[in-house]
């Protein structure tokens, strides 16, 4: 079936990186745009960017430019999201979705990787 | 802070009708469609309507999405105890060239 699975939740200090993936399934995954969203603990939900996997092409929230990459590798299917010097209020479940070619409407969701930024 | 404007909570017997309000701008709904989603305490959010006011498939028809304007609605009707959840609209936003989600409402079921 059609699914994203993620990795494990992540524990950092601030300043540190974070990588999480999201391993695509039963699917063409060159053919859909892959977001990423993030929810904070308590909090509303918040897009981070996109990766459109066939291509490599990016866009991210102005928020997290500069900080933020998505890379994909098409070999095995799987996207990734990176986050760099992290601070307190990163600590979130971060979820990736899949646009599923409806007006830009996320059909797929991953479980969800919670991200800890604590010293 | 969010874009898209909703009520922090709504609430409702079983069988009412519920409605939940987002407000946005020209340069969200206004411009874009309006997608809602559904999440459940403790799990991942689900898509209940796209594209305004289309359902995928799986999704009761007691849930309807409308939009007018800068403004778009979600609809429960005949409200049930498992619909108690949170609840997002979202859309494009040309301005910012991104996507942004609605500051969520809670729906109570009494």
């Known amino acids: 079936q059609v699914q994203l699975v993620q990795s494990g939740a992540e524990v950092k200090r601030p300043g540190a990186s974070v990588k999480v993936s999201c391993k695509a399934s039963g699917y063409t995954f060159t053919g859909y745009y892959l977001h990423w969203v993030r929810q904070a603990p308590g909090q509303g939900l918040e897009w981070v960017g996109w990766?459109?996997?066939?291509?490599?092409?990016?866009l991210y929230a102005q928020k997290f430019q500069g900080r933020v990459s998505m890379t994909r590798d098409t070999s095995i299917t799987t996207a990734y999201m990176e986050l760099r010097r992290l601070r307190s209020d990163d600590t979130a479940l971060y979820y990736c979705?899949?646009?599923?070619?409806?007006?830009?409407?996320?059909?797929?969701w991953g479980q969800g990787t919670m991200v800890t930024v604590s010293s | 802070q969010s874009l898209l404007t909703q009520p922090p909570s709504a609430s409702g017997t079983p069988g009412q009708r519920v409605t939940i309000s987002c407000s946005g701008s020209?340069?969200?709904?206004?411009?874009?469609?309006v997608n809602w989603y559904q999440q459940l305490p403790g799990t991942a959010p689900k898509l209940l309507i796209y594209r305004n006011n289309e359902r995928p498939s799986g999704v009761p028809d007691r849930f309807s999405g409308s939009k007018s304007g800068t403004s778009a609605s979600l609809a429960i009707s005949g409200l049930q105890s498992e619909d108690e959840a949170d609840y997002y609209c979202a859309a494009w936003d040309d301005s910012l060239n991104g996507y942004v989600f609605g500051t969520g409402t809670k729906v109570i079921v009494l």
């Open positions: 979705a899949r646009d599923g070619q409806t007006g830009g409407a996320f059909d797929i």
């Open positions: 020209s340069s969200n709904i206004g411009s874009n469609a």
């Open positions: 990766i459109f996997p066939n291509s490599g092409d990016t």
